[in-house]
T-cell receptor, first 116, second 112 residues
């Protein structure tokens, strides 16, 4: 399957700071990428759809000013958690369809964020 | 009613037996169906997708789709301890820029 990378894999930050997570499609171009959050023992929760060259689409209840998404190229989307708080501690995962116009999503390895 | 429903489990199956995982969905117009496997602490991995009614086989895995009953299943033959994971069912969300709707997942335990 397609290869999607994420960086960093694990990050610990202090409350009030911002953290940037990168998601890259390594062997294909992705006009769309998805950002998910997953709390322990819970299912995936879609946060937002990242669209190359345009604004991201956020799911209901997700604060767009807190979770900044930038999709500046066909292979890179970034998620910045601003003014992080302990309740933002979670597993953040990005995914992308390998081919434009398909539903098959391939996931990055995820970023585990811990806010102290 | 949830859009995609799965039994949370855990489903315990002896090694070597067939594991059967089930998923129902509410939108009769859905056309694309996916099974992902997620190991604890890892991200989901695509195992199979199915678009047409009937069975689709890939190695030890068989996906079954019945659109009339709005039901999709995953069979794992000759279950191995390494198959122990949470299995997520996903269905396409229409008119949504290719989003998927996710079930909560079924935890599968293969007992040696």
């Amino acid at each position: 399957g397609a290869v999607v990378s994420q960086h960093p894999s694990r990050v610990i930050c202090k409350s009030g700071t911002s953290v940037k997570i990168e998601c890259r499609s390594l062997d294909f171009q992705a006009t769309t990428m998805f950002w998910y959050r997953q709390f322990p023992k819970q299912s995936l929760m879609l946060m937002a759809t990242s669209n190359e060259g345009s604004k991201a689409t956020y799911e209901q209840g997700v604060e767009k000013d807190k979770f900044l998404i930038n999709h500046a190229s066909l292979t890179l989307s970034t998620l910045t958690v601003t003014s992080a708080h302990p309740e933002d501690s979670s597993f953040y995962i990005c995914s992308a369809p390998q081919r434009t116009g398909t539903y098959e999503q391939y996931f990055g390895p995820g970023t585990r964020l811990t806010v102290t | 009613q949830k859009e995609v429903e799965q039994n949370s489990g855990p489903l315990s199956v002896p090694e070597g037996a067939i594991a059967s995982l089930n998923c129902t969905y509410s939108d009769r117009g859905s056309q694309s169906f996916f099974w992902y496997r997620q190991y604890s602490g890892k991200s989901p991995e695509l195992i199979m997708f199915i678009y047409s009614n009937g069975d689709k086989e890939d190695g030890r895995f068989t996906a079954q789709l019945n659109k009339a009953s709005q039901y999709v299943s995953l069979l794992i033959r000759d279950s191995q301890p390494s198959d122990s994971a949470t299995y997520l069912c996903a269905v396409n969300r229409k008119d949504s820029n290719y989003q998927l709707i996710w079930g909560a997942g079924t935890k599968l335990i293969i007992k040696p």
